[in-house]
């Protein structure tokens, strides 16, 4: 890290998740996701279910590119 950096909570905080590996869950873990329907109910609105896999895929697409971002610019 940076001399410059000072080592505020927040500051090791971000250090500390920008320093670990990728989270185990991919987005498309997220994509691939399926969930099982119910025989003797109703169960999900399956089109809500996949517009929220959709929107928690994008999100978790969005953080990995700026982990990856902010890793980068820690190494420099």
């Known amino acids: 890290m940076k001399s410059h ?3 505020t909570p927040l500051v090791t905080s971000v250090w500390q998740l ?3 590996p990728l989270p185990l869950l ?4 997220v994509r691939d996701q ?3 329907t119910h025989r003797f109910r109703e169960g999900y609105d399956m ?4 517009d929220y896999l959709d929107h928690v895929r994008d ?3 969005r ?3 700026t ?6 610019e820690t190494k420099k």
């Open 5 to 7: 950096m000072r080592m």
């Open 18 to 20: 920008v320093s670990q």
């Open 26 to 29: 991919t987005p498309n873990d």
């Open 34 to 36: 399926e969930f099982s």
């Open 47 to 50: 089109d809500e279910v996949d």
């Open 59 to 61: 999100t978790i697409n």
């Open 63 to 65: 953080l990995t590119k």
């Open 67 to 72: 982990l990856k971002t902010l890793q980068k």
